[in-house]
């Protein structure tokens, strides 16, 4: 039976691809007339998109237990490679990008125009629409494939390119589409594809990440990968991208040993846990949806903001150790403030998971979404190490437990730890080095309007700063603890 969407052809493209593919068209913001990794990539021609046939007929050719099923364990080692630039394939049909691209307008306005109908962020998700994915030859089959994301959303839709970030999830139609019963991606059922926005190093979501789990802390794991999508007229190529691990999906799974616990995501002035906050619409339920059991965030509320914090400090870190996981916040909140992090918890109410661990039966920080990392940042900037300034009453979290001198010593402590380990400058800046070496060809060839650089020089600035930006944190902490 033929397949009703699309299938690389492979052998095709060893023998005939250059034919079919200009390079020219790939060399976008590459001033120089070398020719990169990826016009080899490139030369992979897709099936017309055109037939018509019947949607769920179809068979699932690839379906092996290690590349598709449930049953099979994650595979990080095939997935998140450090060490290389993979790729993946998306194809859409014409008419079901055309909804994806109507929805958008809908959301926020024209394609290249500013102040969208939903002002700066959407109430909604844009909509899921079934497509197929393509990696190292083989097909996933009516995956659900939408945009994501906040205002890095919002902005590259209004200022005109295409290079949006995707969420992939693996079995979203499978009650649609019963030849996908829990289809997986090498043990993955969900996956973003971050586009790297306001960031021309391409690197801050990757070595932010790798700097929270090389300090110890639960965190998703990434990788760089370059992203084609075919919604009707071949590959087109829509830049280098990192893969970013689903908290909600693996993260919980094997970075804990149960994943039954409550996971939230904060969003919403409840987010920041001032008194009297409490709202749980606003403490986003991803796991235990259907349970309208919220007491360890209101336990949590109620005990960071009793009278016992300013009466008997000892009674009130015993208590709230009972229910929050203070070590490792204060761990996270060491490297979040060496590396400078600006869009979340402290400046922003959001872009955090909260998830209460089983084994201790403590909520435990995860952070997340770390592309803003790695400067000093928008609006009021990241929070100095000594947190001055901060209005303690506005971040509990941090301001009440920086005035405890317990809390603040363990805290001090963490920043020494991090600065001399995780984010020790001769590891970061070899970080860098190697890192960029491996990225660069794919991002000085990102094509125009699917790019945010205005040319190839913009990348190695901002591969500059990124190395000027350790020197100086390393001297800031040293400022600090003296």
Known sequence: MMKNYFRIEWSFLVLFGAMFISISTLTGCNSD????????????????????????????????TETHSKDADPNFTKI?????????????????WQSMLDDMTALYGAFGVGGGPGGDFADEDPIFVPAEVFYEEQEWYRVGVRFKGNSSLQRSWQDGILKLSFKLDFDEFEDTYPQIDNQRFYGFKKLSLKNNFDDRSMLREKV??????????????????TVYVDHGDGPQYFGLYTLVEEVDDTVIETQFSDDDGNLYKPDGDAAAFAIESYDE??????????????????????????????????AWRANLEAVFDTEVFLKYL???????????YGRMTHNYFMYNNPDTNLLTWIPWDNN?????????????????????????????????AIYRAKYDAYVKETIDGAFNTNTIQAAY?????????????????????????????????????VIARAAAVTNYLD
């Open 33 to 64: 007339d070398e020719t990169p990794l990826i016009e080899e990539e490139a030369e992979e021609e897709v099936e017309d998109a055109s037939e018509d046939v019947d949607d769920a007929d179809f068979e699932v050719t690839d379906w092996t």
């Open 80 to 96: 998140f490679d450090d060490n290389a630039v993979k790729r993946l394939d998306i194809v859409i049909t014409a008419e079901r």
């Open 208 to 225: 932010a990440a790798d700097v929270f789990r090389n300090a110890g802390l639960a965190v998703s794991h990434t990788a760089f990968y």
């Open 281 to 314: 619409g606003e403490y986003v339920k991803k796991t235990n949806e259907d349970e309208a059991d919220f007491s360890d965030i209101e336990g949590l509320l109620t005990i960071l903001h009793d009278d016992t914090r300013t009466t008997d400090a000892s």
């Open 334 to 344: 060491a490297v979040n403030t060496i590396i400078q992090n600006w869009d979340t």
């Open 372 to 404: 803003e990392a790695l400067q000093l940042g928008k609006r009021e900037g990241a929070l100095p190490l000594d947190f001055f300034g901060l209005d303690n009453a506005e971040w509990p979290l941090i301001g009440y437990l920086y005035q405890d």
């Open 433 to 469: 080095t190697s890192y960029s070496a491996l990225i660069e060809s794919y991002v000085t060839s990102e094509v125009e309007g699917y790019t945010f650089l205005n040319d190839s020089s913009d990348f190695q600035a901002a591969v500059s700063e990124l190395n000027a930006h």
